[in-house]
């Protein structure tokens, strides 16, 4: 039995590609002392790790050179020498791309299948469903009737933003970049209107149309010219969560825009960065929450799973050209 | 006894000049049963009436065309036909251009020139600091230890912001446009250091110089470029009150420049636009607190006066070119 470890080669410039990375062969690892054997079976790509590939400081150190990428996994403890853990258990946790790795537990939360599927772990019961309650809760302060638009809305974390909107009583609005996508959101996950900002002529006008009433909250997954579209459509004291900015992420210069601090000031409008981790200690009830309105069908999610370890970076890939319906999960 | 107004003739384009204005003679008004007659002692010019001269919906209505205008007031009540005013006394409130006019009461408070000079009632002790202290109260939330960064901070608000720093424990670096204002700061005002944005040929160097542990909060006064070096200087959680845009209130072109969200995402940061009116009900205990260190000789403050009514347009007008001291007020 040989293990698998897929590291950074090189750091990508502008959009990624399979030359960035480097697959390579090794022993499997004999757990230490108080360590556990793990088997990875359910690897999450996200558009964050685009972030980590770069050189630069940021809330999470950057990915070295050489050493092998991490993201969420599920993996199956095949040894323990760890009393808190037990050989067949499953654990979720922030791991190496490898097939079987050692690690000590430190950080690692037991999944069961009980519950749910293992993979909802990684998605709508994972970061990504915590993402969409937490940011809504945090920073969003979402209330009952007030007009809630999403952008990346088909995607994994945008499909929970705009179903949780309508749980509360919301007009959900959501952006999408296909007929598709702009179908499915409106009819498995419930939206009130949607956007196909591919074959909008004017974003401004099209979200000034889609909100009536104006904008109170922006769940934002893409930044760039989305994001100016919803800020010109905000009501006062709206509230701009600022999740992702996949749209620049693959930009070699620094993107420009309009100014926003005009528009912030003549309508006491508030843009903060959203990070889930910054609210750990939430976890616990959130993740009973989400679960919660899944056994009662108020939620629901998609999932693209590709199969095998060493399709890791091309789904990582796949994912900045939207070609995933909701959570991107490679199982192992 | 002939009374004036000042109107607004044309909106302005790009800087405002003396044609935008028209001063006009009329008899002065008598009050009806329950109404005042009021006569203008001091008037504030502030540049955020820039904004409101633009015909856009805002979080104030904008000045009509041929209207007078209008701004904080200082006035002595010559006549009163309402039982809440006595002849003699002195009221503080949003009212007309004009040497004289009525009122009916509505929205004036009652200001004692046995505290303090009525003067500072348009200024430290009016909606000048409380925008100060509010500003870093509501949204800053500053902490005893944090790196203040302030720009326009020689003018009204600035100066009284790094006070406000000082006072709290804080490192407290100010921006200002010339080498008088940046030694006035430091020594009339006790800031820790200071930066001239006009003779520095790197800004975002500057601040970085300035501020060796990051910038935790910045309380920005101008917008533009400066808001960029400090955003790429924040620390994780900073937070950015954005209370004016002064660089940017002239431009006939909608203005712009490096995108946000991605510095926004990678540190947690929040900008949120702030207007004093926001507040009005933590206006008093506000009020309360800056009187109470101006007692304690812990603040200080200039002001530029300028005599004559109908100087008030160039008044306001020369807050364009930072010729003001502190302050700036029209004595009638």
Chains 1, 2 share one sequence.
């Not at 509360?168 to 999408?176: E, L």
């Not at 909100?211 to 919803?230: H, K, R, S, T």
């Amino acid at each position: 039995m040989k293990n698998k470890t897929i590291s950074l080669k090189e750091r990508p410039s502008g959009k990624p590609t399979l030359n960035n990375f480097e697959i390579s062969e090794e022993e499997v690892p004999k757990p230490k002392d108080g360590e556990l054997l793990l088997q990875a079976k359910y690897v999450s790509v996200d558009p964050y790790l685009r972030g980590r590939m770069r050189d630069q400081k940021s809330y999470i150190p950057p990915f070295e050179l050489g050493k092998p990428l991490e993201s969420g996994i599920i993996a199956e403890v095949l040894e323990s020498n760890n009393k808190n853990f037990t050989k067949g258990e499953f654990v979720n946790g922030m791991l190496q791309w490898k097939k079987f790795q050692t690690s000590n537990g430190n950080g690692l939360n037991k999944v069961d299948r009980k519950h749910a599927p293992l993979k909802t772990y990684l998605g709508v019961l994972g970061l990504t469903g915590l993402t969409a309650y937490l940011g809504l809760e945090k920073i969003g302060k979402l209330q009952k009737g007030e007009t809630l638009l999403v952008s990346g809305a088909a995607g994994a974390v945008g499909s929970v933003v705009g179903q949780i909107g309508k749980i509360k009583g919301c007009r959900v609005v959501g952006i999408a970049g296909s007929e598709e996508k702009i179908d499915r959101i409106q009819e498995k996950f419930g939206f009130d209107a949607a956007i196909n900002y591919k074959t909008t002529t004017n974003i401004n006008k099209a979200v000034a149309a889609a909100c009536p009433n104006g904008v109170d909250v922006y769940f934002d997954n893409v930044g760039g010219e989305i994001l100016d579209a919803a800020l010109v459509n905000m009501n006062r004291y709206g509230r701009v969560i600022n999740c992702g900015a996949i749209s620049l992420y693959n930009k070699t210069e620094t993107p420009t825009g309009p100014r926003v601090e005009p528009l912030l000031i003549k309508n006491s409008i508030l843009m903060q960065g959203f990070i889930v981790r910054d609210f750990v200690k939430d976890f616990g009830p959130a993740q009973k929450q989400l679960a919660k309105w899944m056994e009662e069908d108020k939620l629901t999610y998609l999932e693209t799973v590709v199969e095998g370890f060493e399709n890791i970076p091309q789904a990582f890939i796949d994912l900045f050209d939207g070609k995933n319906k909701g959570k991107m999960i490679v199982v192992v």
